[in-house]
């Protein structure tokens, strides 16, 4: 994964509405509401594409849900019923919209099981797994990144280990570290999620290559800031070069990686799934698995929406902390003023 | 009294590709207390690496080695970083040019201003905020509390220019050094930051000026270095060096600036094609070229232009244009002066058929070209040619010269030989040979590709030009050649040309008659050499002010 | 550049140029050589490894490298050398695959919208958005969940979470071009919209779409072998790396090499590509800017 690529791919879900409107101007307030607004857009619309997939997918749509369940007439009496599936079409959507907006993503009918239950119940050991690996991202990224911008050989270096942290798919750099801290060194449980110890594996296996690409970013964006004149005549006010680097080129440098955290938050909730899975955790990544392997489409689809929330929440307060952290952006319209 | 500044045979070189590259080849430059010195050169002279070397900061990367390096009595040639930046902010002081770019966007004025008199660690010192408002007033802000709390993007360009200037001096430095203090900024304003440069020289602050300028630095100093490919070519007293120049360099550079004077004569000498080679040692005498006459015919009207308007940002939105009107003879030059904002390349973009002007009209031959299909148009565009500033970003990079000078032949259908051979011809007249036929747009120095613009848009014969702001990116030197060029082709083409720009010598030397514009409005037009002697409009005769003169 | 260039001259410097370029950098180097063997492995895996990648032996099972048995051989027995080496057809060709659909079909909407502007643009764009706030990997995820696992469903579901990466930049450089100083001289000359907009616009906003697509078939094999690993790819006994990979997690206490071997070739494979594709895109920037 290419950071300069991701950077110019991924924009925030927020964006749009605001340049559509012309918010160029205009307070500080309005331009957050408009973020919002088009953050909550972008969600009905993701919704609405979940219950048009269903419908346009191959088969009908009770042998959809019912997945790898025995079809007999009093379970697809049942589905029918739920899902209101002989009133017409218009209010099936509206029923469904409405069921999602109230936190009903219905039932598993494999697992035989109420779905939003299931997913609250396996929440907190994904989202302890993808905070641990969040941090390790950041602190390995902005380690990196202010100890070698601009210096030729550490940034060598540093370039060769990112470029194998990213190269290396997470689920393997899982199996090397159980390999050697579990079964040769004993140093962390194999499996589970029993204790803090247990977190520390998955958490570096998910985290390490994400670090890199984010380290990358913060970087390159460091060594553009070190070149600007500005930096110039901050080292003509007699600046350390380390005060220079954390006080006035880090912010520069965190806007192109702020723009990343789209991107660093589908990778989190992706690579929970698959690092769950190696490290034998509980959580919603193994749900997920199992619901996909399974046809458990009720499931598969209230994972899908859940992510996609939280990628649109999290990419939302990010376009707003960008807001904050770049006077520039606030007020375009005044630049000429006198 | 001991120098301030005393250094001997300076020499600066970059590594490139294996070896080092010099770029100051041993220079002497000696300051005085309470003098002001410049430097002048044109780009790649080795006068910004100079002027930065004198803190420490001309890159890791350079080389810098001198037989005498003293600043203040005190020999700098063994410094590490560390006693570089005891120095810097304290002893000398440092202003960019553009201070949209040199200030940190990210910061409000009164952090820049803490950050720079507060030493080099993270200890603040008391008293910051009036300090702080001090500093402001001494250059000239009004209301420095409202200008502190602000970001550098929220003050105008003159304001953010001295509000640089306060950092630079906010430790009392005993030589402040301003590179280029003045290039990115409008005329008015670049005189009041000069003004406010010279107060602090009246003050007794030791300056060192670095511009490629001569005007620029004919009002405030007392000496001037000129500096060419890393050497000092010439030294003296200011009026020395603008009245009796003794290298034919300085001479060049002199003649090369457009001007009232230089109205009808070329600007550069002879046929010398760019300034990288030598200098051959002609007679420092003022040998001035007369351009070819021009014919103007008064009776057919090329272009008119009636009450254009043009707003943006809808039926409330400001003018960009407001009722504009004009004409232009066939064979006649008219120049459009005006500062940045003030509407005059979107008057450009509409003459072009690029932008429908919201009321008003344009006729071309007498014929009406405005709010007509562009599918109508298109026949008709060959007789109208444009040359932009940019002349790279106006070259697609894939095409050759060939293609490129070729392409505006297209409408006029002329193809295979007799395209050609025209390419060929208007190459030749631009005065780059067939070698260039084949070469790649980033592989031409800049004055080169405006030739490639000019020669393209000659090249179908067109009866109008337009050139916006043609050689407002180049070196004066360059600039000189180029101007020559157009007014010789414009001369012997009977082409009408309007002509676009910022530089009021440039449009005083190259044209007949001025439109001078303000915030979308027309101030004052009439013939050049009227307007220019006694202009009537308080905005134009601020303008004419402003402008820098050799004196 | 005082000489007269002729076009081969030129060529044949560059040519030149490159060669030295590939010498004087051992890392480029190396990653020619390696994908030089990916790609032999690819078409004729046989030239590698004469061993049948599915022949199970019991009594051969779990034995650690050896002369005979370059990286062992796994819990049944099948020799791990012949297994990797024979692996690397399945992720070639569905990483190859899955960034082909994602970028043609990625490309073909990013013109779309960047060129028509207005309602399409507006449409299109919204619908990537959409699309893209699906985690790349669960959008995957959940197609794989419609159609059920295997080669050819993998394919789509990745080649559809690549579209809006390739659309987007196609649109931004669509747009971005559109309003260059070129275009607008061009517009000057009097051509017609068709011929400007294929003269000028489209091999300037398509330049970029091969060196984007190289660098993201690094990202796309990692996601297959991902998704394999979780089962949804080939299906066993095919010897796809991230299926051996998941294999061999049951293993790692007793065979270390049936868990190393398989990740030595997808990590070397991508950190190669990125090596070119980075390089590739290097010069086409360094030419841009020069």
């Known amino acids: 994964m290419d950071p300069q690529n991701t950077t110019a791919i991924r924009r925030s879900p927020a964006a749009w509405l605001p340049e559509r409107l012309g918010l160029k101007r205009g307070g500080l307030a309005l331009q957050i509401a408009a973020r919002i607004g088009s953050g909550l857009l972008v969600l009905w619309a993701a919704v609405t594409l979940s219950f048009v997939s269903l419908q346009l997918a191959p088969g009908d749509i009770v042998s959809l849900l019912i997945g790898e369940q025995l079809r007999t007439p009093e379970v697809e009496a049942t589905i029918r019923a739920e899902w209101g599936l002989d009133a017409p079409l218009p209010l099936q959507y509206l029923s469904y919209l409405s069921r999602i907006l109230h936190g009903d993503f219905g039932r598993s009918y494999i697992l035989q099981t109420d779905v939003t239950g299931l997913v609250l119940s396996q929440m907190l050991p994904t989202l302890k797994l993808t905070a641990a690996a969040l941090v390790v991202a950041l602190v390995f990224a902005v380690a990196s990144a202010v100890s070698t911008a601009g210096r030729r050989v550490p940034r060598a270096i540093a370039g060769a280990l990112e470029l194998t942290l990213v190269s290396t798919p997470s689920f393997w750099l899982g199996i090397l570290l159980l390999f050697v801290f579990s079964f040769t ?8 999620d029993r204790s803090f110890s247990a977190l520390v594996l998955p958490a570096l296996a998910l985290g390490l290559s994400l670090g890199a690409v984010v380290g990358q970013v913060l970087r390159e964006g460091l060594e553009r800031a070190l070149e600007e004149p500005f930096a110039l005549t901050v080292r003509s006010w007699g600046t350390s070069d380390l005060v220079l680097r954390l006080r006035h080129c880090l912010r520069h440098a965190a806007l192109p990686a702020v723009t990343l955290t789209g991107w660093l938050v589908g990778n989190l909730l992706s690579g929970a799934v698959i690092t769950e899975s190696v490290f034998g955790r509980p959580g919603l990544g193994r749900v997920t698995v199992e619901a996909v392997l399974g046809h458990d489409l009720p499931v598969v689809l209230a994972v899908a929406i859940l992510s996609a929330f939280v990628y649109v929440a999290l990419s939302t307060l990010v376009d707003v902390l960008y807001l904050l952290l770049d006077p520039r952006l606030r ?8 | 009294m001991k120098p301030l500044v005393q250094i001997r045979d300076l020499t600066i070189g970059f590594p490139q590709d294996g070896s080092v590259t010099p770029v100051v080849r041993g220079i002497d430059l000696t300051i005085h207390m309470g003098e002001t010195v410049a430097l002048v050169g044109e780009s790649g002279s080795g006068k910004s690496v100079t002027a930065r070397s004198l803190i420490g900061l001309s890159g890791a990367e350079a080389s810098v080695g001198a037989g005498r390096f003293e600043i203040d009595g005190q020999s700098v040639l063994g410094f590490r970083e560390r006693d570089w930046r005891r120095l810097r902010g304290d002893k000398i002081g440092f202003v960019l040019q553009d201070a949209l770019v040199s200030l940190d966007p990210l910061r409000r004025i009164s952090q820049q201003l803490t950050d720079a008199a507060g030493g080099s660690g993270f200890f603040r010192r008391q008293n910051a905020a009036r300090d702080n408002r001090a500093l402001l007033q001494s250059v000239g802000i009004p209301d420095p509390d409202r200008r502190l709390a602000q970001y550098p993007h929220q003050l105008s360009g003159g304001l953010r220019q001295r509000a640089l200037i306060a950092t630079a001096i906010a430790r009392s430095p005993s030589l402040l050094i301003a590179d280029e203090p003045t290039t990115a900024l409008d005329a008015t304003v670049q005189k009041q930051i000069l003004d406010l440069l010279a107060e602090r020289s009246k003050a007794g602050q030791t300056l060192l000026l670095i511009s490629h300028d001569l005007a620029v630095v004919s009002r405030l100093a007392d000496r001037v270095l000129v500096m060419r490919q890393g050497r000092i070519v010439e030294e003296g007293p200011t009026r020395t060096i603008l009245t009796a120049p003794e290298h034919p360099y300085t001479r060049q550079l002199l003649d090369a600036v457009p001007s009232v004077r230089s109205r009808g004569f070329r600007l550069s000498a002879g046929s010398e094609p760019e300034a990288n080679g030598s200098v051959e040692a002609r007679p420092a005498e003022r040998l001035r070229i007369p351009l070819p006459p021009k014919r103007i015919d008064e009776t057919s009207l090329v272009l008119s232009a009636s009450h254009l308007v043009k ?11 407001n009722d504009v009107s004009f004409h232009l003879a066939a064979g006649e030059a008219l120049g459009i002066v005006g500062e940045s904002g003030s509407g005059k390349t979107t008057v450009a973009k509409i003459v072009l058929g690029l932008v429908e002007p919201d009321s008003g009209t344009v006729q071309i031959d007498g014929e009406a070209w405005s709010h007509v299909g562009e599918a109508q148009r298109r026949s008709r565009r060959a007789s109208m040619q444009l040359i932009a500033q940019d002349a790279l970003s106006s070259f697609d990079p894939r095409y050759t010269v060939e293609q490129i000078v070729g392409e505006s032949l297209d409408t006029v ?5 007799a395209r050609r051979q025209r390419v060929g011809e208007v190459l030749d007249a631009v005065r780059l040979g067939p070698s260039f036929l084949k070469r790649y747009p980033r592989d031409l120095s800049g004055g080169q590709r405006q030739r490639v613009a000019i020669a393209r848009a000659f090249a179908p014969r067109p009866r109008l030009l337009v050139a916006d702001e043609p050689v407002s990116a180049l070196d004066v030197s360059v600039q000189a050649q180029v101007l020559d060029l157009l007014a010789e082709l414009q001369a012997a083409s009977g082409t009408s040309l309007l002509f676009i720009s910022h530089d009021l010598g440039v449009v005083n030397h190259l044209t007949d008659r001025v439109l001078v514009m303000k915030d979308g409005r027309v101030v004052e037009t009439g013939q050049v050499e009227q307007v220019f002697a006694s202009p009537h409009h308080s905005y134009t005769r601020a303008l004419l002010d402003a402008v820098p003169v050799l004196a | 550049m005082s000489a007269v260039p002729t076009t081969l001259a030129r060529r044949g410097v560059r ?27 690819t078409l004729w895996p046989g030239l590698l490894s004469s061993a049948d990648p599915l022949a199970a032996d019991p009594l051969q099972a779990q034995l650690p490298p050896s002369a005979e048995h370059w990286f062992g051989t796994d819990h049944l027995g099948r020799d791990v050398f012949s297994r990797v080496a024979h692996g690397a057809r399945y992720s070639i060709l569905i990483g190859v695959s899955a960034v082909a659909i994602g970028s043609i079909v990625g490309s073909a909407l990013g013109l779309l919208a960047g060129l028509s502007r207005g309602l399409v643009d507006e449409a299109i764009s919204r619908f990537l958005d959409v699309v893209s706030s699906f985690p790349d990997l669960l959008l995957a995820l959940v197609l794989i969940s419609f159609t059920g696992p295997g080669t050819l469903n993998l394919i789509f579901a990745l080649g559809v979470a690549f579209v809006p990466r390739f659309a987007r930049v196609v649109r931004a450089q669509t747009f971005v071009i559109a309003r260059s100083g070129y275009v607008e001289q061009a517009r000057t000359f009097g051509l017609t919209p068709t011929v400007l907009v294929l003269r000028h616009i489209l091999p300037h906003a398509l330049a970029q779409v091969p060196i984007l697509a190289t660098i993201g078939l690094g990202s796309a094999i990692i996601s297959a072998a991902g998704l394999s690993f979780l089962g949804m790819g080939p299906q066993p006994p095919a010897p796809e790396w991230g299926a051996m990979l998941a294999e061999a997690r049951n293993y790692l206490r007793v065979a270390w090499w049936i868990g190393v071997w398989p990740g030595v070739a997808i990590t070397l494979t991508v950190i190669s590509i990125s090596i070119l594709g980075r390089r590739w895109q290097a010069s086409f920037e360094g030419r841009r800017a020069r």
């Open chain 1, 185 to 192: 060194l004993k140093l962390f449980p194999v499996s589970g």
């Open chain 1, 331 to 338: 007020d375009e319209s005044r630049e000429t003023g006198r």
């Open chain 2, 311 to 321: 707003r943006y940002g809808g039926a409330s939105g400001t003018f960009a244009v």
């Open chain 3, 15 to 41: 040519f030149r140029r490159a060669l030295h370029g590939l010498l004087a950098r051992p890392g480029l180097w190396l990653a020619s050589l390696f994908l030089l063997f990916v790609a032999v492995a």
């Open chain 2, 413 to 417: 259908g002329m193809f295979g030989e």
